[in-house]
């Protein structure tokens, strides 16, 4: 068995199929660079070259200032924060057949970047097995997971430095099932390596099988606090938004409020009428069950049941109108919606305070907090 280092393949964050769209505009990033420029946190942060090696990862940014608690120094570089979203798809491999007793090779080279680091990797391999004659085989497959010096030794020896690895037989394939092995590289608490990774597939049974890579990663703490920034200030801006939307339809409330006593005048009246409506259209329905013993077959009663319609339909119509109502409604969950959000704001202020503090000091998260509350002032031309 040969593996071809034409083949290799990348797996890197940059790569993720399904990740979301992050809760704040690329514009409210740029407000959080231009506050950090003052601090001159962008100097300070500069970016250093990408090295291969192993970070402790916290699983939020309210772990930042624990950890200034248990260390008089912290590396601002070495310092990520779990991303919070869901595993993404880095990978999927077509099918692959590979016959009993060969083996099939896979190269993977893991490319983190400065800001983002994977912390966890989940090699599924699917499988099935084949037909011989009218006899369904099962597949019967197994694996191993290997790091590789570098690329002119990937059919050479392996690495002492793999990372931690679990191989799992989740389940056997079957006439009604497909086989599944879960090869899970890293953990959560640490990232992983960057490095070439060498993945055997062996078949012990004939099979057909296809793999495919899913994986967390952990994002630089400077760069977490920015968008949790970048988050506080969408957040704020939107509150602000939906305040004003509401304040504008304050008028109109106050307006129909002047109106109120004709309107339940009118509701009242609707309703009556309504009901009278509805009753004489009961009386004359059931009148209508002698229509063969009247001179006209219950036409004049035919046609007075459809004016009473029309009329009870003009005073429903009258009667659902309760556009006072509703603009109550709108306007409350308006209110509902901002409070909601700059609570949201508030805390995360306190969480981002304290995770500045433990990144570049007290007096570094006091300018930024500052600067972040300058921005949050409501503007003229900002509410429209």
Request: proline letters at 2%.
């Amino acid at each position: 068995m040969q593996c071809d280092d034409k083949d290799v393949i990348l797996i890197s964050p940059d790569a993720c199929r399904n990740q979301p769209n992050e809760s704040y505009d690329d514009s409210d990033l740029s407000k959080v660079e231009s506050i950090l420029q003052k601090t001159a946190l962008i100097s300070n942060d500069a970016k250093e070259a990408t090295v291969s090696r192993k970070e402790n990862v916290l699983s939020n940014i309210e772990g930042l200032a624990k950890s200034k608690e248990t260390t008089d120094e912290v590396d601002v570089h070495s310092l990520f924060v779990a991303s919070g979203l869901e595993d993404g798809l880095f990978y999927q491999s077509k099918p692959n057949a590979i016959k009993k007793g060969e083996s099939t090779c896979s190269i993977f080279q893991i490319q983190s970047n400065n800001d983002t680091k994977f912390t966890t990797l989940t090699m599924t391999v699917v499988f099935r097995g084949d037909f011989v004659g009218s006899t369904y085989v099962p597949g019967n497959i197994s694996a191993a997971f290997e790091k590789v010096h570098s690329v002119d030794e990937i059919n050479g020896s392996t690495s002492s430095e793999a990372p931690e690895c679990e191989i799992i037989q989740v389940q056997n394939n079957s006439n009604h099932q497909l086989g599944m092995v879960l090869i899970c590289i890293g953990c959560k608490d640490t990232t992983i390596s960057d490095g070439l990774y060498r993945v055997i597939l062996s078949a012990n049974e004939s099979a057909s099988m296809s793999i495919a890579v899913r994986g967390s990663f952990a994002i630089a703490a400077s760069t977490k606090v920015k968008a949790e920034l970048a988050a506080v200030i969408r957040n704020e801006r939107v509150a602000r938004q939906s305040t004003h939307r509401a304040s504008a339809i304050e008028p109109t409330i106050q307006l129909l409020k002047r109106k109120t006593t004709l309107e339940e005048k009118l509701l009242h009246q609707a309703k009556v009428k309504c009901d009278e409506c509805e009753f004489q259209i009961e009386e004359l329905d059931l009148q209508l069950d002698e229509r063969d013993e009247m001179e006209d077959g219950g036409a004049f009663i035919l046609k007075r049941m459809q004016i009473l319609e029309e009329e009870y339909k003009h005073w429903k119509i009258v009667l659902d109108g309760r556009s006072l109502e509703q603009l109550r409604v709108e306007r409350n969950g308006l209110l509902a919606e901002s409070e909601k959000l700059l609570q949201l704001a508030a805390r995360a202020r306190l969480i981002i305070s304290a995770a500045l503090t433990a990144l570049y000091g007290e007096q570094v998260s006091l300018v930024v907090m500052e600067s972040l509350r300058d921005e949050s002032k409501p503007k003229p031309d900002a509410l429209d």
